[in-house]
């Protein structure tokens, strides 16, 4: 039988680490995510499995050790919460324009500036659209339960090993706080030494007579090659969006409507289902689970039976903007959502429906 | 690695005494004629060469003159961001124990933008090397104001002079790191004469056989020059860094381990 235990989405997230067999974490606190560097202090994984945790001194820091263990092959991560993920932006971009796999947690709280320490949903754009600067792109992934907080880090770093590409687990205040039974998995044995350099022939773990030296920079100061590369880092997103898209579908066969929600507003859109369809309004729900790439085709199919789409999100409305793209503004998309850390109620977004719609 | 070429009808095998360590490559040098970092390059990576740990070390480069390092040194390398090398070398160390890690940072790198990564990796004492190269300015950008910049002394930024009131004093922060219990052995060096060169290298040498000791962190200053910045010649560089700079930072060690 499986192994159960009732935690949070930090804890669940940590635990998850360590059993990945991920050799390095890099912290720093910050509400609402503190716990997921305070679990792993907590459990002394070196003794675990080895592992390598570190408070830094700042996020800017933390990002910068993750450049550096990813550089030189290891799985690596880091978490913070949105003011902190602001701050480590410049590596992430660095990380990006290196391509490097890791991965980034960010358990969002409401903003802008120093904001709240409450859930929220308003690091949308920061998160699909690149985030720091340059043309550069990571895949998100958006968990609605503590249990894809843990299961989510296993898949993030088969998808940044596989395409040399950050990884960015865009979580909430909610999730990250609320505990949750949670399935666990086996302890996975970290990689030796020798098992990274097969795996990653162009880390920097030591140059050898029978190679030349790696080296792992984002610079080229030749516009032609840079342009080349960036052309590269194109076609690398456009695989990914072919390979990569998840989603969840919720009672769309019949649907009429359809909310379109992640994370904690997709668990708020579940209750809200069942409310609309006992007043006999057929809604269903399309929960996007990878943010980047976007399920936009199963959207533009969608678009074609149902007669209206609601965004429901913690946010001023941000990924309404790629629900319009991707059906191409062929039927009317309108947004509901709160901000400022307040999460809405079921209730709230069946009313927002009939408002809208009805 | 290929060899340089050498011109057999002016240079004479038997008369060769000096020969170019092989983890240096064949690129040319992007720094300008009479500036310091390559006789820096050159010591690190013969300390490397003599340790005999080319696969066994990984260094960091800056954002700065030495963004390229890793273009002359062959040697798994990665370039960091603005200041944050030291990041990037805890994580490494901290990942691989057992390589040899250094960072190769100038002053604005290290002191301004990077402070709080300096300070911190030193005061965690990562058993690493870093290596700092101080010519008071920022050489790459073409000549600002650096946090080691003299009081007085011109720049682009500081046109008229460094007003320490208006612009704040030049940072010693090899002083200040060196009354961080995490740091190990640190010193100040320069590399304008052979004398100096000589001293460098054992510098560097200790520094580097300290982390095989798991001794905590050691932290080399070069104190250099950059003719091309302060507008002068090669010679006129050194002689005035001799007459301004050294008084300021004055050569020698800072913190030198108890045996």
Request: charged letters at 20%; a neutral charge.
């Amino acid at each position: 039988m499986k192994e159960l235990r009732l935690m949070k989405g930090n804890e669940a997230i940590a635990e998850a680490a360590i059993r990945a067999g991920v050799d390095g974490y890099f912290g720093y606190p910050i509400t609402p995510q503190s716990e997921v560097l305070e679990y792993l202090m907590m459990e002394r994984p070196e003794l675990r499995t080895g592992m390598v945790v570190l408070q830094a001194e700042s996020e800017v820091a933390a990002i910068n050790m993750v450049y550096g263990g990813a550089g030189a092959g290891k799985m690596v991560m880091t978490s913070s919460s949105s003011p902190g993920i602001s701050l480590k932006q410049e590596g992430i971009t660095y990380i990006a324009g290196a391509e490097l796999p890791c991965l980034i947690l960010n358990v969002v709280r409401g903003g802008p500036g120093l904001g709240t320490i409450q859930p929220a949903q308003s690091d949308y754009f920061q998160s699909v659209k690149g985030g720091g600067h340059g043309d550069y792109k990571l895949i998100v992934l958006a968990p609605a339960s503590v249990q894809e907080m843990y299961d989510f880090v296993e898949t993030s770093f088969d998808l940044a090993f596989k395409y040399r590409n950050p990884v960015l687990i865009l979580s909430d205040g909610a999730i990250g706080q609320m505990m949750e039974k949670v399935e666990i998995g086996d302890q996975k044995v970290r990689l030796t030494d020798e098992q990274v350099k097969e795996r990653c022939p162009w880390a920097t773990t030591g140059k050898t007579t029978k190679r030349e030296r790696n080296i792992i920079t984002s610079l080229d100061l030749d516009p032609n090659k840079q342009e080349k590369f960036n052309h590269k880092l194109q076609a690398k997103y456009k695989e990914i969006e072919k390979n990569e898209v998840r989603f969840e579908e919720i009672q769309t066969k019949d649907a009429e409507y359809l909310f379109v929600a992640y994370g904690t507003s997709a668990r708020i859109c579940q209750k809200s289902v069942q409310l609309a369809r006992a007043k006999g309004i057929k809604v269903g729900l399309l929960r996007p689970i990878t943010l980047f790439p976007f399920p936009a085709e199963r959207l533009l199919e969608l678009s074609k039976q149902v007669k209206g789409i609601l965004s429901v999100e913690m946010s001023a409305g941000q990924m309404i903007e790629d629900i319009k793209l991707s059906v191409h503004c062929n039927i009317p998309v309108e947004h509901f959502g709160r901000m400022g850390g307040i999460i809405p109620s079921p209730g709230e977004v069946v009313k927002a429906l009939e408002q809208k719609f009805l | 690695m290929a060899e340089n070429s050498i011109n057999t009808d002016i240079v004479k095998e038997e008369n060769l005494v000096y020969k170019k360590t092989s983890l240096l490559t064949d690129k040319a040098l992007s720094y300008c004629p009479g500036c310091g970092h390559g006789t820096a390059h050159r010591l690190v990576m013969e300390v490397v060469e003599e340790l005999n740990a080319q696969e066994e070390t990984i260094g960091v480069a800056p954002v700065g003159c030495s963004v390229l390092a890793y273009e002359f040194m062959d040697i798994d390398m990665q370039q960091a961001a603005h200041g944050r090398a030291p990041a990037l070398a805890t994580a490494i160390k901290r990942l691989y124990p057992e390589k040899y890690v250094f960072t190769y940072q100038g002053d604005g790198d290290l002191a301004a933008i990077g402070t709080a990564e300096t300070i911190h990796a030193c005061n965690r004492g990562e058993n690493i090397t870093i290596i700092f190269v101080n010519n008071g300015i920022y050489g790459m950008t073409g000549g600002q104001m650096a946090p080691t910049t003299l009081p007085g002394m011109k720049s682009s930024t500081s046109p008229y002079g460094r007003d320490v009131k208006s612009m704040g004093n030049p940072l010693k922060i090899t002083e200040l790191v060196a009354q961080l219990p995490g740091t190990y052995y640190v010193t100040r060096q320069a590399v304008h004469t052979p004398a100096a060169v000589r001293k460098a290298k054992k510098a560097i040498k200790k520094a580097f056989e300290n982390q095989k000791l798991n001794k905590g962190l050691s932290f080399i200053e070069i104190v250099s020059n950059c003719n091309s910045g302060w507008k002068m010649t090669p010679n006129q560089a050194n002689q005035w860094m001799v007459d301004n700079m050294f008084p300021y930072y004055q050569l020698g060690d800072i913190k030198v381990p108890e045996e």
